[in-house]
């Protein structure tokens, strides 16, 4: 082998090496180089635009539906809600049928709201609804919850043939219990339970899609179910505290001791 050769075969054993090198510290570089580190989430803070309150957090505080948070500093809620009282205190009602309805009816339809996991402030619906009379309405709705035919009959309720159980007091309140329950399993909010009943579920489901918005206090919706929850609320509101709305009944309802309670 010349020279030449002999320096080729050099040089080319020294590439082979030097590259061998080079991979060699790549290899070992990657394998003990730290992992990335993830990004961390970007918190973004934003002013509420609502101070909510629940039961708890004023002492013998009633101006909430089913324990859940109203807004309360907003002054569209409460325009909404003062109207709401106003319209039935005693300057505009002048009368205490409501009251002594309720001491009627309540102590039959507590129970049963307890025995279905109803919240207690669903007893005031048909107060609103039907001012606990069991007249039919235009639209064919009977009974002191309001069921139209179709739909007391998906909850149980015998309609026709001579037979109208929507005017039963248990049978259609077990009925009316059914029905919300259904609906706070589709909304998972009592609120939204109880505009569905006034209003439909179908008929909520697509005002919620259409606005992007579930809170009912912020929601677009007919003039009925518009102030529907803030006439539950009002009317829970006067009954608990009868003589700040001017009722000087001696004696309003009060809550019967549960041995006195009983359904069928």
Same mark, same amino acid.
């Given at each position: 082998?010349? @020279?030449?050769?002999?320096?080729?075969?050099?040089?080319?054993?020294?590439?082979?090496?030097?590259?061998?090198?080079?991979?060699?510290?790549?290899?070992?570089?990657?394998?003990?180089?730290?992992?990335?580190?993830?990004?961390?989430?970007?918190?973004?803070?934003?002013?509420?635009?609502?101070?909510?309150?629940? @039961?708890?957090?004023?002492?013998?505080?009633?101006?909430?539906?089913?324990?859940?948070?109203?807004?309360?500093?907003?002054?569209?809620?409460?325009?909404?809600?003062?109207?709401?009282?106003?319209?039935?205190?005693?300057?505009?009602?002048?009368?205490?049928?409501?009251?002594?309805?309720?001491?009627?009816?309540?102590?039959?339809?507590e129970p049963i709201l307890k025995a279905y996991g109803i919240p207690d402030d669903f007893k005031y619906i048909p107060m609103v609804?039907?001012?606990?009379?069991?007249?039919?309405?235009?639209?064919?709705?009977?009974?002191?919850?309001?069921?139209?035919?179709?739909?007391?009959?998906?909850?149980?309720?015998?309609?026709?043939?001579?037979?109208?159980? @929507?005017?039963?007091?248990?049978?259609?309140?077990?009925?009316?219990?059914?029905?919300?329950?259904?609906?706070?399993?589709?909304?998972?909010?009592?609120?939204?339970?109880?505009?569905?009943?006034?209003?439909?579920?179908?008929?909520?489901?697509?005002?919620?899609?259409?606005?992007?918005?579930?809170?009912?206090?912020?929601?677009?919706?007919? @003039?009925?179910?518009?102030?529907?929850?803030?006439?539950?609320?009002?009317?829970?509101?006067?009954?608990?505290?009868?003589?700040?709305?001017?009722?000087?009944?001696?004696?309003?309802?009060?809550?019967?001791?549960?041995?006195?309670?009983?359904?069928?």
């Open positions: 082998m010349n @020279r030449n050769e002999v320096i080729k075969v050099h040089l080319i054993t020294c590439s082979v090496i030097a590259l061998l090198v080079v991979l060699s510290r790549l290899i070992s570089n990657s394998s003990i180089s730290e992992p990335p580190v993830a990004a961390q989430p970007v918190i973004h803070t934003h002013p509420l635009k609502f101070v909510y309150f629940t @039961r708890n957090t004023t002492e013998n505080n009633t101006l909430n539906f089913a324990n859940e948070a109203i807004p309360v500093n907003d002054k569209h809620v409460d325009l909404k809600l003062a109207r709401q009282l106003h319209k039935h205190d005693f300057s505009c009602i002048q009368s205490y049928v409501l009251q002594r309805r309720a001491a009627k009816w309540f102590p039959v339809i609804e039907s001012g606990f009379c069991v007249d039919v309405s235009p639209k064919g709705a009977a009974g002191i919850w309001q069921f139209m035919p179709g739909t007391a009959r998906t909850y149980g309720l015998r309609v026709g043939h001579g037979v109208d159980e @929507r005017m039963d007091l248990r049978k259609s309140t077990v009925a009316a219990c059914k029905y919300i329950r259904e609906l706070y399993g589709e909304f998972k909010s009592w609120t939204l339970a109880a505009a569905a009943y006034n209003n439909g579920e179908i008929q909520l489901a697509r005002a919620i899609n259409k606005q992007n918005e579930d809170n009912y206090f912020r929601m677009h919706l007919n @003039r009925e179910t518009g102030v529907y929850v803030y006439n539950i609320i009002a009317m829970k509101e006067i009954l608990s505290k009868p003589a700040k709305y001017g009722y000087k009944m001696a004696s309003v309802y009060t809550r019967p001791s549960p041995e006195l309670l009983a359904y069928n």
